[in-house]
């Protein structure tokens, strides 16, 4: 019987060899997973995100999903969606073709298109970029603080700092909405044509209103008042706010300020 117990003993101290199982290499297949990531996330993500999931480079991303967006947005496959590539980011949109029925299947009550003074407002920041508002008010010659903290609200503009000239104004820029929200990849894709520049603003929401607001002229500033920054804005509105900034600020400036 001890003998029997010594064996078994000796049995379970010796060790046995284990057939180790190993994962069979599951194939990636980078469209596939690159469109399912842009899907579930719902928003815009980085390429250095994307470099991360894949053991890749930020800029060999870009150059990847660019190629796909391509590809994608021009494939004979039919799709409400469409890949948009930004400078640092990427995300799966859906087409503004199907706007209304969108709208109508999730219950999304239309939202108030921009008024032609908040289409002004934002012409000039998005072409002149980055501007004080006494630069917008220069350009349009009416005081722009509603318009400017309209564009605010709507996430179209945001603050870029503070110009270093008296008083310290604030600066304003376009957003990453404004680039959705007008079908671009970055502020260098800003159209420079009237044509274009029509066709661009007939895109946002109420695009039949802002069509009008443009073909009837009611947007009054013209191609040379619009598009002036080969004259380097910012040094003019250092120069500008020197003689203006004392007599033009508000208290609904601060409000903008303080946004």
């Known amino acids: ?3 029997l ?3 078994v003993t000796e049995a379970e101290a010796t060790p046995t060899a284990v057939a180790e199982v190993v994962e069979a290499e ?7 997973a690159l469109e399912a990531i842009l ?14 999931v894949f053991e890749s ?10 190629k796909y967006s391509e590809i994608y947005n021009n494939s004979d496959v039919p799709r409400g969606v469409i890949l948009l590539t930004y400078a640092d980011s990427c995300q799966l949109c859906t087409k503004k073709y199907y706007l209304t029925e969108i ?6 009550k239309k939202s108030g298109s921009l008024s032609s003074s908040s289409m002004e407002a934002l012409a000039i920041v998005a072409y002149n970029q980055p501007v004080t508002r006494v630069f917008v008010d220069t350009l349009r010659r009416v005081d722009s603080s509603y318009a400017m903290n309209n564009l605010i609200d709507r996430g179209l503009i945001e603050s870029k700092g503070r110009l270093d000239a008296p008083g310290r104004p604030m600066l304003y820029g376009t957003t990453s909405d404004f680039l959705r929200a007008f079908g671009l990849s970055s502020i260098d894709a800003l ?28 947007i009054s500033i013209s191609d040379e008042e619009l598009i002036v920054s080969d004259a380097n804005p910012v040094e003019e509105q250092a120069a500008e706010s020197c003689d203006t900034y004392e007599e ?3 208290a609904e400036d601060d409000i903008v300020e303080d946004i």
Not at 26 to 32: K, L, N
């Open 1 to 3: 019987m001890s003998e």
């Open 5 to 7: 117990i010594k064996e």
């Open 26 to 32: 599951r194939p990636v297949v980078f469209e596939e």
């Open 39 to 52: 899907f579930a996330a719902g928003h815009p993500i980085t390429y250095a995100t994307l470099a991360r």
């Open 57 to 66: 480079t930020p800029s060999k991303m870009k150059e990847l999903v660019s």
């Open 103 to 108: 709208r109508d299947a999730l219950g999304i």
């Open 191 to 218: 159209p420079q044509t009237a044509e274009e520049i029509k066709a661009m603003f007939a895109r946002m929401d109420g695009a039949e209103e802002a069509a009008d607001v443009v073909e009837n002229e009611q």
């Open 248 to 250: 033009s600020h508000s």
